[in-house]
């Protein structure tokens, strides 16, 4: 036995807010046709809290670590970040410079 709509909208405003979707789960109903499922042949069990809480402390840890050494890379980053600032305000580029570069130069030319 299908159901189907006898009331027709003028709109779809109309037909949004007549909507079954809204007027929630009263339309449930379990009768002699109802096919209820058997009953699982293994349960659940319950679950193993320590193991469980040992596990998500150990992860924890190991996010602890893994920050501490990104901080400690940063560190290392921002030191030779700042030796490479004061190099360039000294005038050393850093850039070895080859003696016979003029001549090369000039061959080019």
Request: charged share 40%.
């Amino acid at each position: 036995m299908d159901f189907k709509e006898k009331k027709t909208f003028k709109n779809k405003y109309e037909e949004w807010k007549f909507g079954d979707w809204k007027k929630g789960s009263g339309k449930t109903f379990v009768t002699l046709e109802t096919i209820i499922p058997p009953v699982p042949a293994k349960l659940l069990t319950k679950p193993d809290e320590p193991t469980f809480l040992k596990k998500m402390t150990d992860v924890e840890d190991k996010i602890k670590e893994i920050n501490a050494s990104l901080q400690l890379k940063e560190d290392e980053f921002k030191e030779i970040l700042d030796l490479k600032r004061l190099q360039l305000k000294a005038g050393d580029t850093g850039v070895v410079v080859s003696k016979d570069l003029g001549s090369k130069f000039a061959k080019m030319k």
